[in-house]
């Protein structure tokens, strides 16, 4: 009776929200908590999935340790697409061969997506990783493309643990990681320094130029900084309060594209203050989640028709606030039953000198989940209805069933149908000149089968335990998308976004992974990662003689390798990636294609361990050792071959050590 009152209480609570949500007519998006950190961004099932392979927790980074950035680690160890302008300069995210803005990125359940934009830049993540934190990449949500979820999780066992990092590289830049973590089993504080510099003026290949010349990019310099923390309270009766607060601020150079000898005036300067508010509370067989959280972005872009005008010829100015309000209840029945609810708020405000007016729009979801588990089986479904102040969508469903082998033999099989959305960005219905706000959401659906298996095992051998997991991934999947959301020309030189196209995306990525240890004396891993995809245009109203072509920027072929070998001090490394062919226009002609391309890294890392505590790590790095001239974006400069050095401390003392 007490679990029915608790339930009925939460349930009418839930009713009451879900008509104001209607009344305002808002938007998409949840929240869901993974380890203590709320997400944002619900993925359209909270059921359990086959194990996540695209998953990197920090304590399992290993030769992750050596890469540059966020945008990096991605590259190399999962199955995504990284498009960059540089370094230093954006860098946005593809999956499954869609868009940036069909991803969503969160940072502890708060969007790193533009409110204006839509897509996310990953240079703006900071890729400080400590304790438990991890990063996730789940497919199976209700964006075409995912969300990626950047978790910073508390480990109550800590009593202090500092971690330091200095980075030299070349082109006159460095950066600075400090992370702090103390507390108790009752409070945990989190507080992280990131700072970045560097003038940038790397050399390329200029494949633009008669007799293709190395050149020197000019008006590259960037200066970065972020502060992070955060603070987690176990409180009585299993609860738990969490907050935390990210505030970073970035000027950047934005250098001439490849083949001319402009001297750019272009300039970024980005700044955003992001805060979340966690309170969660679990029966005995339930759970309540609630949260609030804000994000601020602001973003100014310059630019001069030339370095020695006093005026700027394009002045930019983007403000945006997201006020996100979220609860979720999951309660469990008879019959291996469970149920699960919850609605998200949004209040999304914009101010942009090209809107012409201050943009201020609600948005949310309520959705239901059911939820039945039977021994190896397991089955889901669920029904959520997105809400928007500007345009109706009907509820989108999400069924799923699975079945796993149990523990010794960790082997699944799921199959998942999920409706799939995207409401067009504000750029795209409120720009002057050319916005369009009758434009319709994209739509569809993604039906795909997966496959995981883990296996563990351990030996002893000469008085030492050896420890081997070994663990595959196979992910068919097909996307169908309408709708399409395309900038064409529409009067003369003015350009418009219109519903024109429909697409369809499908491939297969394969995954092997293994690691083989022997306590702290030795480490041999590696990660081999194939990516097939075909995302091709079915249909174009304004050209048919682009139907079946390519969309932009996609490879058909992604093949990327890494291994890392450690014995006690000492330990080596690699990562490979090769990309196909790919198209930088949708009449997919040759002479404008980017051509195939091999990067290969290497470095080699020398450790020593210091009373168990103390650890103390040097890395020389080699970036693009082959010197190989690539594009990532047409006419975009990337760097020949490089170097990095880094310099690590690490501090490690929990609640048994003071026993």
Do not use: C
């Amino acid at each position: 009776m007490k679990r029915l009152k608790e339930f009925t209480f939460v349930f009418i609570s839930f009713l009451w929200m879900s008509n104001v949500v209607y009344a305002q007519q808002k938007i998409d998006s949840s929240a869901h908590q993974l380890d203590s950190i709320l997400i944002v961004e619900k993925p359209i099932h909270y059921f359990a999935q086959t194990d996540n392979l695209n998953k990197i927790k920090s304590n399992e980074l290993n030769n992750a340790i050596n890469q540059d950035g966020i945008a990096s680690l991605l590259q190399h160890f999962f199955p995504v697409q990284i498009n960059s302008y540089g370094i230093g300069n954006l860098s946005s995210i593809s999956v499954r061969g869609g868009n940036d803005d069909h991803t969503s990125v969160t940072w502890n359940g708060i969007y790193v997506n533009s409110l204006t934009l839509g897509g996310a830049d990953l240079s703006l993540i900071p890729a400080l990783l400590n304790g438990k934190d991890a990063i996730i990449l789940d497919k199976n949500t209700s964006n075409f493309g995912g969300n990626l979820s950047i978790q910073s999780n508390p480990d109550f066992e800590n009593k202090l643990d500092v971690y330091y990092r200095s980075n030299f590289k070349n082109f006159s830049s460095f950066e600075n990681n400090l992370g702090i973590r103390t507390g108790n089993n009752k409070v945990q504080w989190h507080s992280s320094l990131i700072q970045q510099a560097g003038k940038l003026n790397y050399p390329y290949l200029d494949v633009y130029k008669f007799s293709h010349p190395i050149d020197t990019i000019k008006h590259n310099q960037l200066n970065a900084w972020s502060a992070i923390n955060s603070i987690y309270i176990q409180l009585k009766k299993q609860q738990q309060l969490s907050f935390g607060n990210w505030y970073i601020k970035k000027d950047k150079e934005i250098p001439s594209i490849m083949g001319t000898n402009e001297v750019s005036s272009k300039y970024q300067k980005d700044a955003s203050v992001k805060s979340f508010l966690n309170y969660k509370k679990q029966f005995k067989e339930n759970i309540l989640d609630f949260s609030f959280s804000h994000a601020y972005d602001y973003m100014k872009y310059t630019d001069k028709r030339l370095p020695t005008d006093t005026f700027l010829f394009i002045d930019s100015k983007y403000i945006s606030n997201r006020f996100s309000n979220a609860l979720n209840y999951s309660d469990s029945f008879a019959y291996h039953l469970t149920l699960k609810t919850g609605y998200t708020y949004n209040l999304n405000v914009a101010s942009v000198k090209e809107y012409g007016k201050k943009i201020i729009e609600h948005t949310g979801n309520v959705y239901a989940e059911l939820n039945w588990q039977y021994r190896f089986f397991k089955t889901a479904f669920e029904i959520n209805q997105p809400i928007a102040s500007f345009k109706y969508l009907r509820p989108q469903l999400y069924v799923s069933a699975a079945f796993n082998t149990g523990k010794k033999i960790n082997y699944t099989v799921q199959f998942t149908y999920a409706d799939k959305y995207h409401f067009p960005d504000m750029n795209d219905r409120y720009w002057i000149p050319g916005g369009n706000p009758n434009l319709a959401p994209e739509t569809g659906w993604t039906a795909n089968m997966e496959q995981t298996g883990i296996f563990t095992s351990s030996r002893k051998r000469q008085e030492k335990i050896w420890e081997n997991k070994l663990a595959f991934g196979v992910d068919v999947y097909y996307s169908k998308i309408n709708n399409n959301i395309i900038w064409i020309p529409s009067y003369g030189a003015l350009w418009s976004p219109k519903n024109i196209k429909t697409t369809q995306l499908y491939g297969a990525t394969f995954n092997l992974q293994q690691s083989i240890k022997q306590a702290q004396n030795f480490l041999f891993s590696y990660n081999i990662i194939y990516d097939f995809n075909r995302a091709l245009i079915l249909k174009d109203e304004t050209n048919n003689s682009i139907n079946g072509n390519f969309l932009r920027y996609n490879p058909q072929h992604a093949l990327k390798i890494n291994f890392y070998i450690e014995q006690k001090y000492i330990g080596i490394g690699a990562n490979y990636t090769t990309m196909s062919k790919r198209y930088t226009d949708e009449e997919n002609i040759e002479i404008y294609a980017l051509k195939p391309y091999h990067l290969l890294d290497v470095y080699i890392n020398f450790k020593a361990t210091i009373q168990h505590q103390h650890t103390l790590q040097f890395l020389f790095k080699i970036n693009n050792i082959t010197n190989t001239a690539y594009e990532s974006i047409r006419s975009y400069a990337q760097p020949l071959r490089h170097y990095a050095i880094s310099i690590i401390y690490h501090y490690s003392k929990n609640q048994n050590q003071l026993k």
